[in-house]
Protein backbone atom coordinates (compact mmCIF):
# COMPACT_ATOMS: atom_id res chain seq x y z
CA UNK A 1 0.00 0.00 0.00
CA UNK A 2 3.35 1.92 0.55
CA UNK A 3 4.99 2.15 -2.57
CA UNK A 4 0.74 2.92 -4.16
CA UNK A 5 0.52 6.04 -2.44
CA UNK A 6 4.20 7.29 -3.37
CA UNK A 7 3.87 6.17 -6.89
CA UNK A 8 0.25 8.66 -6.68
CA UNK A 9 2.37 11.27 -4.77
CA UNK A 10 4.68 11.73 -7.69
CA UNK A 11 2.23 10.50 -10.54
CA UNK A 12 3.87 11.79 -13.84
CA UNK A 13 1.39 13.88 -15.92
CA UNK A 14 1.99 11.41 -19.38
CA UNK A 15 0.36 8.28 -16.40
CA UNK A 16 -2.37 10.72 -15.73
CA UNK A 17 -3.26 11.04 -19.53
CA UNK A 18 -3.09 7.43 -19.95
CA UNK A 19 -5.39 6.49 -17.16
CA UNK A 20 -8.07 9.23 -18.95
CA UNK A 21 -7.34 8.14 -22.90
CA UNK A 22 -7.49 4.59 -21.71
CA UNK A 23 -10.39 4.35 -19.82
CA UNK A 24 -12.53 6.33 -22.67
CA UNK A 25 -11.03 4.04 -25.53
CA UNK A 26 -11.66 0.79 -23.38
CA UNK A 27 -15.38 1.80 -22.31
CA UNK A 28 -16.15 3.11 -26.14
CA UNK A 29 -14.68 -0.36 -27.91
CA UNK A 30 -17.00 -2.42 -24.83
CA UNK A 31 -20.03 0.41 -25.97
CA UNK A 32 -19.59 -1.28 -29.45
CA UNK A 33 -19.55 -4.79 -27.65
CA UNK A 34 -22.54 -4.50 -25.07
CA UNK A 35 -24.63 -1.55 -25.80
CA UNK A 36 -27.65 -0.48 -23.50
CA UNK A 37 -29.14 1.27 -26.24
CA UNK A 38 -28.37 1.17 -30.03
CA UNK A 39 -28.31 5.04 -30.47
CA UNK A 40 -29.00 6.56 -33.82
CA UNK A 41 -26.41 9.06 -33.81
CA UNK A 42 -23.07 9.42 -35.24
CA UNK A 43 -20.70 8.56 -32.66
CA UNK A 44 -17.80 10.59 -33.06
CA UNK A 45 -19.89 13.83 -33.83
CA UNK A 46 -21.70 13.51 -30.56
CA UNK A 47 -18.09 13.23 -28.78
CA UNK A 48 -16.59 16.25 -29.89
CA UNK A 49 -18.21 18.64 -27.62
CA UNK A 50 -17.88 16.28 -24.91
CA UNK A 51 -14.31 15.95 -25.52
CA UNK A 52 -14.20 19.90 -25.26
CA UNK A 53 -15.67 19.94 -21.65
CA UNK A 54 -12.95 17.26 -20.86
CA UNK A 55 -9.84 19.14 -22.29
CA UNK A 56 -11.06 22.04 -20.45
CA UNK A 57 -11.46 20.25 -17.38
CA UNK A 58 -8.03 19.26 -17.55
CA UNK A 59 -6.71 22.86 -18.37
CA UNK A 60 -8.67 23.87 -15.55
CA UNK A 61 -7.75 21.22 -12.92
CA UNK A 62 -3.78 21.03 -14.09
CA UNK A 63 -3.73 25.28 -13.65
CA UNK A 64 -5.26 24.61 -10.07
CA UNK A 65 -3.09 21.72 -9.01
CA UNK A 66 -1.02 24.05 -6.94
CA UNK A 67 -4.08 24.78 -4.93
CA UNK A 68 -4.52 21.30 -3.90
CA UNK A 69 -0.76 20.71 -3.06
CA UNK A 70 -0.10 23.53 -1.20
CA UNK A 71 -3.86 22.88 0.89
CA UNK A 72 -2.76 18.77 1.24
CA UNK A 73 0.96 19.75 2.65
CA UNK A 74 -0.13 22.12 5.01
CA UNK A 75 -2.63 19.42 6.58
CA UNK A 76 -0.23 17.02 6.81
CA UNK A 77 2.64 19.31 8.06
CA UNK A 78 0.21 20.81 10.94
CA UNK A 79 -1.17 17.85 12.06
CA UNK A 80 -5.26 18.93 10.97
CA UNK A 81 -7.89 17.41 9.55
CA UNK A 82 -10.61 14.48 10.52
CA UNK A 83 -7.24 11.70 9.49
CA UNK A 84 -4.90 13.78 11.46
CA UNK A 85 -7.31 13.39 14.41
CA UNK A 86 -8.29 9.99 14.61
CA UNK A 87 -6.45 7.27 16.17
CA UNK A 88 -3.16 5.30 14.66
CA UNK A 89 -4.65 2.86 12.36
CA UNK A 90 -3.38 0.65 9.45
CA UNK A 91 -2.29 2.50 6.12
CA UNK A 92 -4.62 0.21 4.22
CA UNK A 93 -7.85 1.68 6.52
CA UNK A 94 -6.26 5.25 6.42
CA UNK A 95 -6.21 5.45 2.45
CA UNK A 96 -9.83 3.51 2.44
CA UNK A 97 -10.85 6.26 4.82
CA UNK A 98 -9.66 9.46 3.27
CA UNK A 99 -10.84 8.35 -0.24
CA UNK A 100 -14.54 7.09 1.02
CA UNK A 101 -14.93 11.18 2.44
CA UNK A 102 -13.13 12.56 -0.55
CA UNK A 103 -15.74 11.02 -2.36
CA UNK A 104 -18.28 12.33 0.18
CA UNK A 105 -16.96 16.09 0.36
CA UNK A 106 -15.58 16.08 -3.52
CA UNK A 107 -18.23 14.16 -5.44
CA UNK A 108 -21.48 13.32 -3.37
CA UNK A 109 -21.68 16.65 -1.89
CA UNK A 110 -21.01 19.04 -4.78
CA UNK A 111 -23.34 17.06 -6.45
CA UNK A 112 -26.15 17.49 -4.30
CA UNK A 113 -25.67 20.99 -3.96
CA UNK A 114 -25.71 21.37 -7.30
CA UNK A 115 -28.72 20.17 -8.29
CA UNK A 116 -30.45 22.02 -4.88
CA UNK A 117 -29.09 26.06 -5.91
CA UNK A 118 -30.92 27.17 -9.09
CA UNK A 119 -27.76 29.03 -10.34
CA UNK A 120 -25.40 25.87 -9.66
CA UNK A 121 -28.27 23.29 -11.22
CA UNK A 122 -28.25 25.69 -14.38
CA UNK A 123 -24.48 25.65 -14.94
CA UNK A 124 -24.32 21.93 -14.00
CA UNK A 125 -27.24 21.23 -16.32
CA UNK A 126 -25.00 20.74 -19.51
CA UNK A 127 -24.07 17.69 -18.55
CA UNK A 128 -27.65 16.36 -18.11
CA UNK A 129 -28.56 17.79 -21.70
CA UNK A 130 -26.69 14.80 -23.61
CA UNK A 131 -29.69 13.28 -25.03
CA UNK A 132 -26.91 9.95 -25.84
CA UNK A 133 -25.51 8.99 -22.57
CA UNK A 134 -21.77 7.26 -23.01
CA UNK A 135 -18.65 7.19 -21.82
CA UNK A 136 -17.71 10.29 -23.19
CA UNK A 137 -20.51 12.07 -20.69
CA UNK A 138 -18.13 11.72 -18.02
CA UNK A 139 -16.32 14.58 -18.25
CA UNK A 140 -19.07 16.71 -19.96
CA UNK A 141 -18.89 19.64 -17.19
CA UNK A 142 -19.33 23.82 -18.07
CA UNK A 143 -15.87 25.13 -17.51
CA UNK A 144 -17.76 26.97 -14.37
CA UNK A 145 -19.04 23.47 -13.37
CA UNK A 146 -15.07 22.27 -13.29
CA UNK A 147 -14.20 25.20 -10.92
CA UNK A 148 -16.97 24.50 -8.73
CA UNK A 149 -15.87 20.76 -8.54
CA UNK A 150 -12.13 21.58 -7.83
CA UNK A 151 -13.10 24.14 -4.61
CA UNK A 152 -15.72 21.06 -3.39
CA UNK A 153 -12.39 18.88 -3.66
CA UNK A 154 -10.62 21.69 -2.06
CA UNK A 155 -12.63 22.00 0.56
CA UNK A 156 -12.69 18.07 1.12
CA UNK A 157 -9.15 18.16 1.30
CA UNK A 158 -8.91 20.89 3.85
CA UNK A 159 -11.45 19.24 6.21
CA UNK A 160 -10.67 15.89 6.27
CA UNK A 161 -6.50 16.52 6.25
CA UNK A 162 -5.65 14.13 3.06
CA UNK A 163 -1.88 13.98 2.16
CA UNK A 164 -1.69 14.66 -1.97
CA UNK A 165 -0.88 10.69 -2.87
CA UNK A 166 -4.43 9.99 -1.50
CA UNK A 167 -5.87 12.83 -3.70
CA UNK A 168 -4.55 11.70 -6.72
CA UNK A 169 -5.19 8.17 -5.80
CA UNK A 170 -8.88 9.59 -5.67
CA UNK A 171 -8.56 11.11 -8.45
CA UNK A 172 -7.60 8.37 -10.64
CA UNK A 173 -10.21 6.34 -9.11
CA UNK A 174 -13.06 8.95 -9.82
CA UNK A 175 -11.80 9.31 -13.50
CA UNK A 176 -11.84 5.53 -14.30
CA UNK A 177 -15.59 5.22 -12.24
CA UNK A 178 -17.70 7.89 -14.19
CA UNK A 179 -16.55 6.62 -16.99
CA UNK A 180 -17.67 3.36 -16.12
CA UNK A 181 -20.78 4.54 -14.76
CA UNK A 182 -22.07 6.53 -17.97
CA UNK A 183 -20.86 4.37 -20.31
CA UNK A 184 -23.46 2.64 -22.60
CA UNK A 185 -23.14 -0.85 -21.61
CA UNK A 186 -25.02 -3.59 -20.79
CA UNK A 187 -24.27 -5.87 -17.79
CA UNK A 188 -26.29 -8.36 -16.38
CA UNK A 189 -28.90 -6.88 -14.16
CA UNK A 190 -27.84 -8.88 -11.00
CA UNK A 191 -24.51 -8.36 -11.85
CA UNK A 192 -24.92 -4.67 -12.17
CA UNK A 193 -27.81 -4.93 -8.65
CA UNK A 194 -24.04 -6.71 -6.89
CA UNK A 195 -22.32 -4.00 -8.32
CA UNK A 196 -24.70 -1.07 -7.10
CA UNK A 197 -23.97 -2.08 -3.19
CA UNK A 198 -20.44 -1.22 -3.21
CA UNK A 199 -19.68 1.08 -6.08
CA UNK A 200 -21.51 3.39 -8.38
CA UNK A 201 -23.01 1.14 -11.19
CA UNK A 202 -24.08 2.05 -15.02
CA UNK A 203 -28.02 1.02 -14.50
CA UNK A 204 -27.70 2.96 -11.12
CA UNK A 205 -25.95 6.17 -12.22
CA UNK A 206 -28.51 6.27 -15.66
CA UNK A 207 -31.24 6.60 -13.64
CA UNK A 208 -29.55 10.03 -12.65
CA UNK A 209 -29.78 11.01 -16.30
CA UNK A 210 -33.49 10.33 -16.70
CA UNK A 211 -35.65 13.46 -17.94
CA UNK A 212 -37.98 13.74 -15.37
CA UNK A 213 -38.08 14.25 -11.46
CA UNK A 214 -37.58 12.51 -9.23
CA UNK A 215 -35.05 10.02 -10.88
CA UNK A 216 -33.00 12.97 -12.17
CA UNK A 217 -32.49 14.33 -8.24
CA UNK A 218 -31.20 10.41 -7.05
CA UNK A 219 -28.12 8.74 -7.49
CA UNK A 220 -25.91 11.20 -6.74
CA UNK A 221 -22.89 8.88 -6.26
CA UNK A 222 -19.33 9.17 -7.92
CA UNK A 223 -17.40 6.08 -6.60
CA UNK A 224 -19.20 4.70 -4.10
CA UNK A 225 -22.88 3.94 -4.01
CA UNK A 226 -22.84 4.41 0.14
CA UNK A 227 -23.43 7.47 0.30
CA UNK A 228 -26.87 7.62 -1.59
CA UNK A 229 -28.20 4.72 0.30
CA UNK A 230 -27.01 6.70 3.64
CA UNK A 231 -28.75 9.28 2.50
CA UNK A 232 -31.77 8.29 1.13
CA UNK A 233 -31.39 9.21 -2.06
CA UNK A 234 -31.05 5.95 -3.99
CA UNK A 235 -33.71 5.05 -6.38
CA UNK A 236 -34.36 1.95 -8.61
CA UNK A 237 -36.30 2.28 -12.32
CA UNK A 238 -36.09 -0.23 -14.57
CA UNK A 239 -33.05 0.49 -17.04
CA UNK A 240 -35.08 -0.10 -20.97
CA UNK A 241 -37.32 2.59 -19.59
CA UNK A 242 -34.62 5.63 -19.23
CA UNK A 243 -34.79 8.76 -21.56
CA UNK A 244 -32.03 10.92 -21.51
CA UNK A 245 -31.87 14.36 -21.20
CA UNK A 246 -33.91 17.01 -19.36
CA UNK A 247 -37.71 17.29 -20.35
CA UNK A 248 -37.60 21.16 -19.53
CA UNK A 249 -34.30 21.66 -22.80
CA UNK A 250 -35.62 19.21 -24.90
CA UNK A 251 -33.99 20.84 -27.85
CA UNK A 252 -31.60 18.18 -28.96
CA UNK A 253 -29.67 20.34 -31.94
CA UNK A 254 -29.07 22.86 -29.29
CA UNK A 255 -27.86 20.48 -26.36
CA UNK A 256 -25.44 18.52 -28.54
CA UNK A 257 -24.21 22.53 -30.17
CA UNK A 258 -20.98 23.48 -28.58
CA UNK A 259 -21.87 27.05 -28.36
CA UNK A 260 -25.15 26.63 -27.59
CA UNK A 261 -23.97 24.26 -24.64
CA UNK A 262 -21.29 27.15 -23.46
CA UNK A 263 -24.33 29.51 -23.32
CA UNK A 264 -26.62 27.02 -21.61
CA UNK A 265 -26.07 28.46 -17.75
CA UNK A 266 -27.61 31.83 -18.37
CA UNK A 267 -30.58 30.71 -19.58
CA UNK A 268 -34.02 31.27 -17.75
CA UNK A 269 -33.72 29.07 -14.84
CA UNK A 270 -36.06 26.02 -15.29
CA UNK A 271 -36.49 22.77 -13.28
CA UNK A 272 -37.16 19.50 -14.61
CA UNK A 273 -40.82 18.78 -14.13
CA UNK A 274 -42.20 15.25 -11.82
CA UNK A 275 -43.52 12.15 -13.44
Do not use: C
Not at 40 to 53: D, Q
Not at 187 to 202: F, G, Q, T
Amino acid sequence: MESIIDYFENIPSLHRSIILVGGITFFWLLEGAVPLFKFNYKKWRHALPNFFFTLTTIVINFTLAFLLLLTADFTVANDFGILNWLPDMPLWLYVVLGVLLLDLIGAYLAHFVEHRVGLLWMIHLVHHTDHNVDTTTANRHHPLESIIRFVFTLVGVSIIGTPIGIVMLYQSLSLVATQFSHANIKLPKKIDEILSWVIVSPDMHKIHHHYRLPYTDSNYGNIFSIWDRIFGTYLKYDRESIVYGVDTFPDEKENGSLMGLLKQPFHKYRRPTSE
